[in-house]
């Protein structure tokens, strides 16, 4: 093993927690840091509901990865395949090998499209579209505009994944899209979620429960899609616990949702917690790495059980960065996250309700002054020009 360069600071993922940590790093004094990222673009992910909706471009998501990456920092382009924290180094697909100082792992979470049956090759046809991908978010639209009449299948898996509400969300755009067109009445709506409700907090789900009855949406709690036929047009859906439904549903269009996991590399190696999901196992306060002390995780890819979304990100880049300072000055860490997620659900294209809640499901909300549990259509003008902006300007520069 050659060593080709040692870095003060290395970062696997350029995406939403990798640049918000490069750029923090960087403010507070430090350099020599390096974020390790294979590709040229960068996504705003939390647009390709609007995309998959009908209501922003594809386009407006992405940015070049070297716009968003800071001057200082310097871009490694390419992909870790694995991780030695005895030795403090992660070696890449072409074999280079990188050392470092402390580490911060942001990879992202992985879309495991091969654990529902026969989801994977019918992708991107016979009405079947997701908004986890973005090649994919402008197919969802087309195929919510060509059906009519029928069924429509909008589905979420059991296990955590990113934006646990946007498997929900592209129901009510494409049930109030289909109501305008004065169709709505002529499709069965069915939305499968493993949960036993629509949502984990009492009031939310209470809100969310008159937006489905309002469209007239069937919900099926405590139930997963698990094997999808495109030839007969048909889902299977399996009971995950009491009150669940073993059924088939039919389906002109189906709205998928993956399972999600670490990324197979992290699952194999000595920084992952070993269970199934295999995320970075870090302190679920401090961010840092439960037996490895240089080494912190952020992002969907920490097994912090918050909801994994950019929103929470935002919180805990500053929490990581206090505490590799403190790392770094012999200090215990003393920052803390406490499970800040956020989860803007938009109910139509002009409502939406913003849920923000910590570790215990407290509901926090950011403006008190409305009545978050509530859809608005001031937190949809937040949704799509307000959280965009935000992010672009203020959260990648390490300025929010
Ligand atoms: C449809 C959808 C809707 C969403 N809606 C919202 C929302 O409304 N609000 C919200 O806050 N969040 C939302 N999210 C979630 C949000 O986008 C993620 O939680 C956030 O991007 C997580 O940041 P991250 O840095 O951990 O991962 P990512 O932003 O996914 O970045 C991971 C980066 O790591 C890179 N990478 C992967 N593997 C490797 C490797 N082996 N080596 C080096 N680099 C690697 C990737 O190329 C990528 O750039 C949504 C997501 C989706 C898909």
Redesign the pocket.
């Known amino acids: 093993m050659t060593v080709k360069a040692k870095h003060h600071i290395v970062i696997?993922?350029?995406?939403?927690?990798?640049i918000t940590v490069a750029a923090r790093l960087l403010r507070k004094g430090y350099s020599d840091i390096a974020v390790?990222?294979?590709?040229d673009q960068?996504?705003?992910?939390?647009l390709?509901?609007l995309v998959g909706g009908g209501q922003a471009k594809a386009s407006t998501s992405a940015r070049p990865e070297a716009k968003v990456m800071p001057a200082e920092a310097i871009w490694i382009r390419?992909?870790?395949?694995s991780v030695d924290p005895e030795a403090n180094t992660v070696t890449c697909a072409d074999d280079s090998v990188y050392e470092y100082d402390a580490l911060v792992v942001?990879?992202?979470?992985q879309l495991d499209w091969n654990k529902t049956e026969g989801l994977e090759q019918t992708l991107g046809r016979d009405g079947v579209s997701s908004?986890?991908r973005f090649d994919l978010?402008p197919k969802t639209w087309d195929f919510i505009q060509k059906t009519r009449s029928g069924s429509a299948v909008f589905m979420m898996p059991s296990g955590p994944i990113?934006?646990g509400?946007?498997p929900q969300k592209i129901a009510y755009l494409a049930s109030d899209y289909w109501r305008k067109q004065g169709v709505l009445k002529d499709i069965d709506v069915h939305l499968v979620v493993p949960t036993p409700r629509i949502f984990g907090i009492g009031p939310i789900a209470d809100s969310l429960d008159t937006v489905i009855a309002d469209y007239g949406i069937q919900l099926h709690t405590m139930s997963e899609v698990t094997s999808i036929d495109a030839d007969s047009r048909k889902v299977t859906v399996t009971a995950v616990g009491e009150g669940g439904t073993d059924t088939t549903l039919p389906f002109d269009m189906l709205h998928a949702v993956p399972r999600q996991s670490a990324?197979d590399?992290i699952k194999a190696s000595p920084l992952s917690t070993g269970d199934a999901n295999g995320y970075v196992e870090v302190d679920k306060f401090t961010m840092q790495h439960v037996r490895y002390p240089n080494v912190f995780a952020?992002?969907?890819?920490g097994s912090t059980p918050n909801g994994?979304?950019?929103?929470?990100?935002r919180k805990q880049a500053p929490v990581v960065v206090d505490n590799l300072d403190a790392h770094f000055k012999g200090r215990p860490p003393a920052a803390e996250y406490h499970g800040y997620s956020?989860?803007?659900i938009v109910t139509s294209s002009h409502d939406m309700l913003l849920a923000e809640f910590d570790y215990d499901f407290n509901i926090t909300p950011s403006w008190p002054i409305i009545d978050s549990t509530k859809p608005h259509r001031p937190y949809w003008y937040l949704?799509k020009y307000g959280?965009p902006f935000l992010y672009w300007n203020f959260m990648l520069k390490g300025l929010a």
């Not at 952020?298 to 890819?301: E, S, T």
């Open positions: 696997v993922g350029g995406g939403t927690a990798g390790i990222e294979p590709s960068h996504y705003y992910q939390p390709w509901t390419n992909t870790v395949q942001c990879p992202g979470i908004n986890y978010a990113k934006c509400g946007a990324p590399w952020l992002g969907d890819a994994k979304t950019g929103a929470a990100v956020s989860c803007p949704k959280l």
